[in-house]
């Protein structure tokens, strides 16, 4: 993952998300180090406080934690937590355009399930 300075998405927003893809792809390892944000903003070519936010803000989600004069950390659980998150964020959404879709659609709630359980079936 780049991070993209013209894009509508905060820089912090990215660089905690880059974190979080190092952490699914096991690059960064529960109480493994996580880069300072001297580290990052010098990676990125961005300010080390920008840096600094998207590490906050993965302290304060919880997946990061502090260790006083050494930096920070991955909590032991942090990829299952992301995973979670993610996969409720992902889902909930589909589910409900979905849902929307049907409606436009004037498909009934019934039939809405029968199709996703006949879905079910042909992917077995």
Not at 49 to 65: D, R
Not at 101 to 110: C, G, K, M, T
Request: aromatic residues 6%; neutral net charge; without cysteine.
């Amino acid at each position: 993952m780049h991070i993209q300075l013209n894009n509508s998405i905060p820089i912090y927003l990215q660089i905690a998300e880059w974190l979080q893809h190092e952490i699914i792809a096991d690059r960064l390892q529960a109480d493994e180090k996580v880069y300072s944000q001297y580290q990052l903003a010098e990676l990125f070519n961005i300010n080390p406080a920008t840096a600094g936010k998207g590490l906050t803000l993965l302290l304060e989600e919880q997946l990061l934690y502090k260790k006083r004069g050494l930096g920070m950390f991955v909590i032991a659980d942090a990829k299952d937590k992301i995973l979670r998150k993610r996969r409720n964020e992902i889902l909930t959404k589909m589910a409900k355009d979905l849902v929307l879709e049907a409606r436009r659609l004037l498909v009934s709630d019934e039939e809405l399930l029968r199709l996703i359980q006949k879905t079910q079936e042909e992917l077995k």
